[in-house]
């Protein structure tokens, strides 16, 4: 599955994206929380910092950035400074503000927090002061934003709703953007406001409901795995949906489909710092993973890492691609994981080498692993970030002159040997004389070989050096190899006296008799 993850990942182009809905600005006053202030029973907070980032669908938008998309904002704003600041920070991320209307009859939305800390420890949220207007937009600005957007409905691979309720998504606006998109076959993913009445986005392609938001939506408690694919049911049906992503935080998501039945893509643990913004990215990732054609299964996946590793950052932060690259890899950790074809193993390097790790590779049989394999792999895996050890066929053994009763062990349990030990990444198995495909294929920073090998006489340090890398050999254990620990065990059994087989009785055993 990490390969696959990273493969969709790695092939979601630059689609362009129509982000629709609610944006805020969000202003962070950082500080010290000391003491109790002698004026009220409070914490007082001695600010050194603030902070201004975007909230809302102008945050959907700038997570869409961070995932390299194109993306263009169709929005509300006031005329006031705190529009101004929203709009230089939208073009200091590159969205296309020609979709951002001004109401000179309502402020722009602002979430302003306050956030202390205390023994130099993280600093959490001690008070949210909002200022805003929820009223919807007059009839003359939505007929303006639908005017611009519907001609150009065909320019998009995907339109996001982003709805905190603050005015912008009405029947007006979204009605008519909905039934455009459908005729176009462009789809519309809608991270729904919390309410009893989700009628407004009938039609969308996928709503992206919370535990609250599906609860209010169908009145069923979200408590259990099933209570969330039967509410995803619901939502696909009441609402012409084809699909329903409910989003269940330390659980995952349900992904429910029309016709078919949910399923549950569940996510790793996370250390939660700040749940702000999560939802902004789940839609973000559902909305670039959905324009770039991946499967909705996977969409749910990648949604999972984008989601946590939000939640992992202090406030609202944009996470990119190349983050999420390496919490995939970082999380290859299990032995089936690492067990790579040389296909997926060239995927995972090279996304690798563009996070500026150091590939190391080393090569060998490892028929019988002992402590000179573990200690010489320990040292190899010093050498850089990333350890690949490439181990001989079974054919490719027996063809290496070695006698006839090798490999002991079977390629598939070498390899699970070696996926084993912490010190490597990724195992994989050639069949070739030589390890000279894989070198010039992987192209690893350090080749690396343990045992009493001269420079000159590891091979494919040729080609290793050719395109400047190094080329290392590693010391031994003196007097520890698989030929002599072989050898050995042939020589004890040559010279040791069979031990009669047991008699096996089909009798019954007798009680208090070990056996």
Same mark, same amino acid.
């Given at each position: 599955?990490?390969?696959?993850?990273?493969?969709?990942?790695?092939?979601?182009?630059?689609?362009?994206?129509?982000?629709?809905?609610?944006?805020?600005?969000?202003?962070?006053?950082?500080?010290?929380?000391?003491?109790?202030?002698?004026?009220? /029973?409070?914490?007082?907070?001695?600010?050194?910092?603030?902070?201004?980032?975007?909230?809302?669908?102008?945050?959907?938008?700038?997570?869409?950035?961070?995932?390299?998309?194109?993306?263009?904002?169709?929005?509300?704003?006031?005329?006031?400074? =705190?529009?101004?600041?929203?709009?230089?920070?939208?073009?200091?991320?590159?969205?296309?503000?020609?979709?951002?209307?001004?109401?000179? =009859?309502?402020?722009?939305?602002?979430?302003?927090?306050?956030?202390?800390?205390?023994?130099?420890?993280?600093?959490?949220?001690?008070?949210?002061?909002?200022?805003?207007?929820?009223?919807?937009?007059?009839?003359?600005?939505?007929?303006?934003?639908?005017?611009?957007?519907?001609?150009?409905?065909?320019?998009?691979?995907?339109?996001?709703?982003?709805?905190?309720?603050?005015?912008?998504?009405?029947?007006?606006?979204?009605?008519?953007?909905?039934?455009?998109?459908?005729?176009?076959?462009?789809?519309?993913?809608? =991270?729904?406001? &919390?309410?009893?009445?989700?009628?407004?986005?009938?039609?969308?392609?996928?709503?992206?409901?919370?535990?609250?938001?599906?609860?209010?939506?169908?009145?069923?408690?979200?408590?259990?795995?099933?209570?969330?694919?039967?509410?995803?049911?619901?939502?696909?049906?009441?609402?012409?949906?084809?699909?329903?992503?409910?989003?269940?935080?330390?659980?995952?998501?349900?992904?429910?489909?029309?016709?078919?039945?949910?399923? *549950?893509?569940?996510?790793?643990?996370?250390?939660?710092?700040?749940?702000?913004?999560?939802?902004?990215?789940?839609?973000?990732?559902?909305?670039?993973?959905?324009?770039?054609?991946?499967?909705?299964?996977?969409?749910?996946?990648?949604?999972?890492?984008?989601?946590?590793?939000?939640?992992?950052?202090?406030?609202?932060?944009?996470?990119?691609?190349?983050?999420?690259?390496?919490?995939?890899?970082?999380?290859?950790?299990?032995?089936?994981?690492?067990?790579?074809?040389?296909?997926?193993?060239?995927?995972?390097?090279?996304?690798?080498?563009?996070?500026?790790?150091?590939?190391?590779?080393?090569?060998?049989?490892?028929?019988?692993? *002992?402590?000179?394999?573990?200690?010489?792999?320990?040292?190899?895996?010093?050498?850089?970030?990333?350890?690949?050890?490439?181990?001989?066929?079974?054919?490719?053994?027996?063809?290496?002159?070695?006698? &006839?009763?090798?490999?002991?062990?079977?390629?598939?349990?070498?390899?699970?040997?070696?996926?084993?030990?912490?010190?490597?990444?990724?195992?994989?198995?050639?069949?070739?004389?030589?390890?000279?495909?894989?070198?010039?294929?992987?192209?690893?920073?350090?080749?690396?070989?343990?045992?009493?090998?001269?420079?000159?006489?590891?091979?494919?340090?040729?080609?290793?050096?050719?395109?400047?890398?190094?080329?290392?050999?590693?010391?031994?254990?003196?007097?520890?190899?698989?030929?002599?620990?072989?050898?050995?065990?042939?020589?004890?059994?040559?010279?040791?006296?069979?031990?009669?087989?047991?008699?096996?009785?089909?009798? /019954?055993?007798?009680?208090?008799?070990?056996?």
């Amino acid at each position: 599955m990490s390969y696959q993850l990273l493969e969709r990942l790695e092939n979601l182009g630059n689609p362009r994206i129509l982000v629709i809905g609610d944006a805020i600005l969000d202003r962070y006053i950082w500080g010290d929380a000391e003491r109790v202030s002698q004026e009220a /029973p409070v914490i007082l907070l001695r600010a050194d910092h603030d902070e201004e980032r975007l909230g809302g669908a102008a945050n959907v938008a700038n997570m869409v950035r961070g995932l390299e998309a194109e993306v263009t904002l169709a929005t509300l704003v006031g005329s006031d400074a =705190d529009a101004i600041r929203m709009r230089r920070a939208l073009d200091a991320a590159g969205v296309d503000c020609s979709a951002v209307f001004t109401d000179p =009859d309502r402020p722009t939305t602002v979430k302003e927090r306050y956030l202390g800390r205390a023994q130099n420890r993280h600093p959490h949220q001690m008070l949210r002061v909002d200022r805003e207007q929820r009223h919807p937009l007059s009839a003359e600005l939505a007929r303006q934003m639908v005017d611009m957007i519907v001609p150009t409905i065909h320019d998009y691979q995907a339109i996001l709703v982003s709805d905190y309720g603050k005015g912008v998504c009405t029947p007006l606006t979204l009605r008519p953007i909905i039934l455009a998109a459908r005729e176009a076959g462009v789809p519309v993913l809608v =991270d729904p406001r &919390p309410g009893s009445d989700y009628s407004l986005y009938h039609g969308s392609t996928a709503v992206t409901p919370n535990r609250l938001e599906t609860k209010l939506a169908t009145g069923r408690e979200i408590k259990t795995i099933a209570d969330a694919c039967a509410s995803g049911n619901e939502l696909c049906d009441m609402l012409g949906l084809t699909h329903a992503f409910v989003t269940l935080d330390s659980d995952g998501i349900v992904l429910a489909t029309a016709g078919a039945e949910p399923q *549950h893509l569940p996510t790793r643990k996370r250390q939660v710092y700040d749940i702000t913004g999560a939802g902004d990215m789940v839609l973000a990732m559902i909305g670039v993973g959905w324009a770039a054609g991946i499967p909705p299964a996977d969409i749910a996946r990648l949604a999972n890492v984008a989601g946590g590793l939000e939640v992992e950052r202090v406030g609202v932060v944009p996470i990119r691609r190349d983050e999420m690259l390496a919490d995939l890899l970082a999380n290859v950790g299990s032995m089936p994981a690492k067990i790579c074809s040389l296909d997926e193993l060239e995927m995972h390097v090279a996304a690798r080498r563009r996070l500026g790790q150091k590939i190391v590779l080393t090569n060998g049989c490892f028929d019988l692993l *002992h402590v000179g394999h573990v200690t010489y792999l320990s040292q190899a895996a010093r050498e850089g970030d990333c350890l690949v050890v490439a181990i001989n066929s079974d054919d490719s053994v027996r063809r290496l002159n070695k006698a &006839p009763d090798r490999p002991l062990f079977s390629e598939e349990h070498r390899a699970t040997m070696l996926a084993a030990l912490e010190a490597v990444n990724y195992v994989t198995v050639f069949d070739d004389a030589t390890p000279h495909n894989l070198l010039n294929r992987l192209k690893p920073d350090v080749l690396v070989k343990g045992g009493t090998y001269a420079h000159d006489e590891i091979v494919g340090w040729e080609i290793v050096e050719s395109y400047g890398g190094t080329v290392k050999p590693l010391g031994e254990i003196p007097g520890v190899s698989t030929t002599r620990i072989v050898a050995a065990l042939r020589e004890q059994k040559a010279n040791r006296t069979p031990i009669p087989a047991p008699h096996m009785s089909l009798a /019954p055993k007798s009680a208090g008799v070990l056996e």
